[in-house]
């Protein structure tokens, strides 16, 4: 296996995911240190911003999804669709 | 002081590009920015130079800290997209691109609407030439569909000078209040450029078609010039917010569903304006400081995205994801740049994306627009996994057997490491940019309370692309956008009117040949050689008709 290969490869791909989740797990605890700012009631809830990024996130793409369905035509659509080309 | 107009410097330099022999013209293209760049530093504030035109005293150039802000933008645009193009684009392109970003430059320091709507023009036209610089079928179709788009756009804006000029008698550029058909004309002229929906399809359109170079240029002028006339008439619309929140989500979900690198970043743009469209809306100083912030450094990392795709584009030769992979491995500096890009993107903080994105957010809390804060931080989570998946799909996931590609040459390599090193720059000093502002601000956006919370918006968005992002198929398939409405629906509707317009006329002329047959064939049988009145009577039927029509004569006179 090259040096590339250990890079980029299924291990290193796996072990990057699982440092994200650990940095991001990490920043839940961080926040009883800070000073929140406060700008909102639910500005200073813990992990807030945390399920607020996860939920927002996830709902896009199911959005997103949705949207595809209804608006994804084959690639030479605008080709043969008898229209302005 | 001012000794030259910047737009000037750059137009004589695009029309003196092609005299020159090759080996010179690096020189004009980098050194005419470098010029300009130096005479908009040194400007003043207030109008510098003005001149007669059809009766008018226009206000050629009129200068203060937020045209200075553009300006510098556009000039770094033109200065690194040129070093970008040096060794790759025709003499022809980067010419277009010295028009294009002199119109930019004089939408910038335009002191009155007619100045404005000539430069608007300027870059109407230069921005379809680099559109067509493209150079195959599909981009000279996608620049036609541009350029009839944008002319449209200006006639609208035309509309709406000439009535302000001819119902108020002032043309100076000043904050218009939508009380009036004319103010709106010119918002909606305004907002053609600024590509919002429903004409926004032309830039996913148009942009992708341009050569990997152009679109560097067309990445930054046409939307921010837009955001710029804006900020200068319109600040404080509320019809703004809405528009720019509708823009933030469309370009976002439509940046999710593409397969083509380049169309993805188009639809970015969108979601970015919508940013800054919010920004001018609200109309604070802290808003205004918050959308002309976003402008400048989005111009940087979406310009620095624009040249990582070009560079993948001229070095593999594709442009969708699904051809593309495992790129980190043999174009090592332009995926760093791509990485840099992306984090700017969604607005990490030591980036540039951070310290403007956070200002918008700071002025939405400020004005209690929480519901707008929470959509619009909504979006910024999905541009996480618009970033992710680009990241994903084109530097890490396995590699296709038939790319083969290394890092571009060593102009485009410093053009990418130029806007990285500057996207970083401007996040980790953030004074840089915010002396720049209009409105003096002493705004902090590293307090360790914001940084946590956007770490962890950021890192939980990154967690969910993980988890969803087979959602995301990588189809090969075009998304119908608004410009569906155009080319298909208004084609074939114009087709059907064309149609049946031919075939009543078509019916119209058969029916009139039919009848002219049948008066033809009566007049025969009445009047030719074999009819009634043609063939040889007696004496008698010729006496009985005289006195016919003789007592009809008298009988009529007698009754009269």
Redesign the interface.
């Known amino acids: 296996m090259s040096r ?1 290969d250990k ?2 490869g299924p291990f290193s ?1 796996r072990l990057s ?1 699982r440092l ?2 650990l ?2 797990l990490l ?2 605890p ?2 009883w240190w ?7 009631m639910f ?1 200073d809830w813990l ?1 807030f ?17 949705l ?2 369905v209804i ?5 030479d ?2 080709d043969d ?5 | 002081m001012l000794a030259t107009p910047p737009w000037l410097i750059l137009l004589v330099a695009a029309a003196a590009l092609g005299f020159l022999r090759p080996s010179w013209r690096p020189l004009l293209v980098l050194g005419a920015p470098l010029l300009a760049l130096y005479g908009v530093w040194q400007m003043a504030d207030g109008v510098l130079l003005s001149a007669p035109f059809m009766g008018y005293q226009i206000e050629l150039v009129s200068s203060s800290p937020l045209r200075r802000l553009f300006a510098t933008v556009f000039l770094l645009i033109c200065l690194v997209g040129g070093l970008f193009a040096l060794r790759h684009a025709r003499w022809w392109e980067q010419s277009a691109a010295l028009a294009y970003a002199a119109g930019a430059l004089g939408v910038c320091f335009a002191g009155d609407l007619i100045t404005l709507f000539l430069a608007w023009e300027l870059m109407v036209i230069f921005s379809t030439v680099v559109v067509w610089c493209g150079g195959t079928p599909a981009a000279r ?1 996608a620049g036609i ?1 541009y350029a009839i788009m944008h002319l449209i756009g200006g006639v609208i804006l035309k509309i709406g000078v000439e009535g302000i000029v001819t119902q108020t008698g002032t043309y100076q550029i000043q904050a218009l209040p939508l009380d009036n058909f004319y103010a709106w004309m010119v918002l909606a002229g305004i907002l053609v450029n600024a590509a919002a929906p429903p004409v926004s399809a032309w830039l996913a359109d148009a942009y992708p078609e341009s050569s990997p170079t152009g679109m560097v240029f067309l990445s930054a002028f046409t939307t921010k010039t837009a955001v710029l006339s804006l900020i200068l008439l319109f600040p404080g619309e509320s019809v703004l917010i809405w528009i720019g929140l509708f823009m933030a989500f469309y370009g ?2 439509y940046a ?2 593409e397969n083509d690198m380049r169309r993805m970043l188009a639809y970015l743009i969108i979601n970015q304006l919508g940013f800054m469209l919010c920004g001018v809306g609200i109309g604070t100083e802290l808003a205004i400081n918050g959308a002309a912030a976003h402008a400048f450094s989005h111009v940087i990392y979406l310009a620095l995205l624009v040249m990582c795709a070009g560079a993948v584009m001229i070095q593999t030769g594709k442009r969708r994801y699904s051809d593309l992979g ?1 790129l ?2 043999c174009m090592p500096l332009t995926a760093s740049c791509m990485m840099v890009a992306v984090l700017s993107l969604s607005a990490l903080p030591l980036t540039s994306g951070f310290i403007a994105k956070a200002m918008i957010a ?1 002025a939405l ?1 400020e004005q209690e627009q ?1 519901l707008l ?2 959509l619009l ?3 910024s ?2 541009l ?2 618009v970033g992710t998946r680009m990241v994903w799909l084109v530097l ?1 996931r396995e590699r296709k057997r038939d790319v083969q590609a290394s890092d571009p040459g060593w102009n485009m390599r410093a053009a990418m490491v130029a806007f990285a090193a500057l996207s970083v720059l401007l996040g980790s000093f953030p004074e840089l940019l915010y002396g720049m502002l209009p409105y003096v601000t002493d705004y902090q956006p590293y ?4 940084v ?18 087979p ?3 990588r ?7 608004f410009d569906w409405l ?3 629906v ?3 509707l114009l ?1 059907l009117v064309v149609e049946s317009l031919l075939k009543l006329f078509q019916g119209a002329e058969q029916f009139a040949q039919t009848l002219g047959q049948r008066c033809w064939q009566d007049i025969v049988r009445l009047a030719g050689p074999y009819g009634y009145l043609g063939r040889r009577w007696t004496a008698t039927d010729m006496l009985l008709c005289m006195v016919g029509l003789v007592g009809a004569l008298l009988l009529y006179r007698f009754l009269l």
């Open positions: 590339d890079l980029l791909r995911s994200l989740l940095l991001a920043t839940l961080l926040q800070v000073e929140s700012p406060g700008r909102f500005d992990g911003h945390a399920g607020f990024g996860f939920l927002s996130a996830g709902l896009l793409v199911l959005l997103a999804s949207v595809g608006v994804k035509r084959r690639r659509y605008y669709s008898g229209g302005l080309e | 179709r569909r976002i979900i999710l569903l495992g980190a491995r700071q809390v929480i804060w929470l931080t909504a979006t989570a999905g996480v996994i890490v307090r360790a309370g914001n946590i919370n956007q770490l962890q918006l950021l890192l939980f968005a990154g967690l969910a692309f993980f988890l969803l992002h959602l995301l198929k189809t090969s398939a075009v998304s119908l956008d155009w080319r298909v208004g084609f074939r087709r």
